[in-house]
């Protein structure tokens, strides 16, 4: 129900998308004929899609990009960024999308600074790769992208839409706690910490508000919309 109303959505921005996300009121030759149109001279269409922990964001995106024959992208990110950083998956994993002081990184980034160390701060090589690799996603073109502010490295792209999944604190420990085998305050634990941790990262990198309704062109609320 989530997928088909942010599909819907989607196509009132890209109009030609729509005989392709709803076959059912088109014939197979005409539904072909709009594949065919994303592909070919259209093309070149991202989803970039920002999430609260436990909101289902991921899950949404994924069954999204099968939905319009998009390819998707979250973790794969990592590994694409792993190769052009020198940095490991594991790495990239445990310090991307994380800020849990934005005040006392500015100073360990200043120490970078005035130092002879000849590399960058890591959050900001990572930060910087990643946001190259969605650029580089963008321009190979129809996907959806989980995160990596990816609404923001694609800022100036005119065929890109930015989406926020968000959803009650009840809904996403619900969620949480089934998919992780967490107790409720544990589940409430790791969502505050998460999205602590996002907000303060998107927030330093982006000059905006993570979850701001005006950062966005499109919220949803996956607990009431399914």
């Known amino acids: ?12 921005k890209l109009a030609f998308l729509k005989d ?3 076959p059912e009121s088109v014939s197979a030759e005409s539904e072909n004929e709009a594949k065919e149109q994303t592909a ?20 949404i995106g994924k069954v999204l990009a099968e939905k319009l024959g998009y390819d998707f992208y979250d973790a794969e990110i990592i590994q694409m960024t792993a190769g052009t950083t020198g940095y490991t998956p594991e790495f990239i994993k445990k310090n991307e999308e994380i800020m849990t002081n934005s005040l ?5 980034n200043q120490m970078y600074l005035n130092t002879d160390m000849q590399d960058e701060a890591p959050k900001d090589k990572i930060f910087e790769a990643e946001s190259q690799v969605v650029r580089d996603l963008e321009k190979k073109g129809n996907c959806v992208i989980v995160g990596r502010c990816a609404d923001y490295a694609l800022a100036d792209w005119k065929d890109c839409f930015s989406v926020f999944v968000h959803a009650d604190i009840d809904c996403r420990i619900s969620r949480i706690a089934a998919k992780h085998n967490k107790s409720p305050k544990e589940a409430r634990d790791m969502i505050n910490k998460t999205d602590k941790s996002r907000a303060s990262y998107y927030n330093y990198y982006t000059n905006k508000k993570w979850g701001a309704a005006k950062s966005y062109e499109l919220c949803v ?3 009431k919309l399914g």
């Open 104 to 108: 006392l990184y500015d100073l360990v």
């Open 20 to 22: 392709m996300i709803f």
């Open 40 to 59: 070919g001279t259209y093309g070149k269409n991202v989803i970039a899609i920002g999430r609260q922990f436990g909101s289902g964001g991921h899950d």
């Open 221 to 223: 609320d996956s607990g």
């Open 1 to 12: 129900l989530l997928v088909g109303f942010i599909a819907r959505l989607i196509a009132k």
